[in-house]
């Protein structure tokens, strides 16, 4: 085939080459031309393979290389590349014509001094640091379960997908999602304008203000990331009345950002994880606090019920506390009938001797002058304020009676439901009531019962007793089927009762 492109076509001078052919050229080129060099940049994006290589960009404020250095000469190396570190590498410059690009071959590198882009950071930190903007003290707490959450990322990219889905397990909540670009030029200016256009929305209104910001971006080297370093994002931050979570790049990855920010993630979704519980475990801990309650409820009512028993048991007996009484009043009222004897006896005989001593005149005149004496009183004294005195005593006298006869009416109550119910429970326990069902009572020698056909049989006369009566039995008429007559039947006629056996 290679004779075909040997000769040109007819028409053209410029000879033909082959893919391939143009690819070895130029790389020949390059090493012939180059051979070994050193060059100077900055360290951009690292990457270490699965297969041990690292590959990594040496950069300046215009132009990227791309380096490599193979697994066998990662260990001759003084310094291993890291991003943002100043360096001077050795190698050779060839091409990959599989793909069109060159690359530089690095088996040497030295430290030549801090990046542009990182002396440019620790500026701007200090900067920031030294107005304030890090202290503690003026990070607001994140709310426990916030209503609604906005998350300034970009909508296409695999951030707000691993948010929704992380919130949505654990426990889901509105999302509002404020579209920007997350690296190149303008993500510094959309992103603070997004934190800013948060906070000037009104609370409860047509477009709710969410209660919690996230700010998230995947993981990407310090130019990708260069866009949340910026001065404008950190101040907006700052500023912002609004808890805000910083979830931007991966653990290893930081930005001015995650300095002024209420919260920092290690990666977006630590950032869901953050912003609100596990709706399960909450479910848990409230059934958890609910039976303790519950328990605890029924601790305190048993506690009381014991102390009120155990007071209970201390306190006096109603019928001890009245048993003194009740003696008292026994023993004045047997005294009582010979007090009144003896007082009318002793009254009865001071009459006697006072009749004696008087005559019928000076008795005369002292019934006048006492009867005068009384007429005088009587006509300085009213009756209406001892009358209605006692009309009050007798209708008190009259309720106390009402009250005494309703007592005892009920105390009678008591006492006869209480004999009603001992009588139904001596019915249940009775055996008769067995006997009502068809059973029999059999006894031999008086009122020994007998429970064996054994000791039925060495018995003399037997008795059985049934629900109706009872029926005396001998064994010779048991044996020609006749019975005695019934003796005393309990209840009901039995003359026409049948033999036994």
Not at 29 to 40: A, N, W
Not at 363 to 382: A, D, K, T, Y
């Amino acid at each position: 085939m290679s004779d075909l492109f040997d000769d040109p076509i007819p028409g053209q001078n410029a000879p033909e080459f082959t893919v391939s052919e143009i690819s070895g050229e130029v790389k020949r080129t390059l090493e012939g031309t180059f051979g070994r060099i050193r060059v100077r940049g900055e360290v951009g994006r690292v990457f270490k393979a699965r297969s041990g290589h690292l590959y990594y960009d040496i950069k300046d404020d215009r132009s990227v290389l791309a380096c490599t250095t193979w697994k066998g000469q990662i260990s001759g190396l003084s310094v291993v590349p890291e991003e943002g570190l100043e360096v001077v590498v050795t190698g050779r410059l060839t091409a990959f014509g599989a793909q069109s690009k060159y690359n530089m071959n690095v088996d040497e590198v030295a430290v030549a001094g801090q990046g542009a882009l990182m002396a440019l950071l620790e500026k701007r930190k200090k900067q920031l640091e030294a107005e304030g903007l890090f202290a503690p003290e003026r990070k607001k707490p994140l709310p426990y379960l916030p209503h609604i959450i906005g998350v300034v990322t970009s909508p296409s990219g695999a951030v707000i997908r691993d948010i929704l889905h992380r919130l949505r397990d654990r426990f889901p909540r509105k999302v509002l999602v404020w579209p920007v670009a997350v690296q190149g030029k303008t993500c510094a200016p959309e992103v603070a304008r997004a934190i800013e256009g948060f906070n000037r929305l009104t609370p409860g209104g047509a477009l709710p203000r969410p209660d919690l910001i996230i700010v998230a971006r995947g993981g990407g080297s310090i130019e990708d990331l260069w866009g949340f370093n910026e001065e404008i994002v950190a101040r907006a931050a700052a500023a912002s009345q609004i808890p805000l979570i910083s979830a931007v790049g991966h653990e290893t990855d930081t930005t001015l950002i995650d300095f002024v920010s209420d919260r920092r993630a290690p990666t977006p979704t630590a950032a869901a994880e953050l912003a609100v519980p596990v709706r399960l475990e909450l479910m848990a801990w409230a059934e958890n606090q609910g039976a303790r309650l519950t328990r605890a409820a029924g601790q305190a009512v048993q506690l009381r019920r014991q102390r009120l028993n155990d007071l209970a048991r201390a306190l006096p007996k109603p019928d001890t506390l009245l048993e003194t009484p009740r003696q008292r009043l026994d023993r004045i009222s047997d005294r009582l009938p010979g007090a009144l004897i003896s007082g009318v006896q002793r009254r009865r005989v001071h009459l006697s001797e006072t009749a004696a001593s008087l005559r019928p005149a000076t008795l005369r005149q002292l019934v006048e002058g006492r009867r005068n004496r009384l007429q005088n009183l009587s006509s300085r004294l009213s009756l209406r304020p001892i009358q209605r005195e006692m009309a009050a005593q007798k209708d008190a006298l009259a309720r106390l009676a009402q009250r005494l006869d309703a007592a005892q009416a009920a105390r009678i109550d008591r006492q006869r439901q209480s004999l009603a119910a001992s009588g139904r429970q001596l019915e249940i326990l009775s055996y008769k009531a067995t006997l009502g069902r068809g059973y029999a009572v059999v006894r031999a020698g008086g009122d020994v019962v007998t429970t064996r056909a054994a000791a039925a049989a060495a018995a003399g006369p037997l008795q059985v007793e049934f629900a109706d009566g009872t029926l005396d039995v001998t064994r010779e008429a048991a044996q020609t089927g006749a019975a005695t007559a019934p003796d005393k039947p309990s209840g009901g006629d039995r003359g026409d009762q049948g033999s036994l056996f």
